[in-house]
């Protein structure tokens, strides 16, 4: 089963603390979903980047850590 984080509703300035949370409490595959924010994507990617984890992104709204 993939865990899935969604951040529909989430204000920017909680998105790195949760999905640190969800990173680093969760075994992969797991999903993200960013919705159509850019600003939202790019806070989770430069997130994942710091943690050095593996991502594909799906589309606009998601991205799938490895």
């Known amino acids: 089963m993939t865990r899935t984080l969604d951040l529909h509703g989430v204000r920017h300035n909680d998105v790195e ?4 949370n969800f990173i680093l ?4 595959p797991l999903i993200i979903i960013t919705g159509n924010s850019q600003r ?3 806070i989770v ?10 991502f594909d992104r799906w589309g ?3 991205i799938k850590i490895l």
């Open 25 to 28: 409490l969760n075994e992969p």
């Open 17 to 20: 603390r949760l999905v640190e």
């Open 40 to 42: 939202m994507s790019e």
């Open 45 to 54: 990617i430069n997130k994942l980047m710091v943690n050095d984890i593996n």
């Open 60 to 62: 606009s709204g998601k």
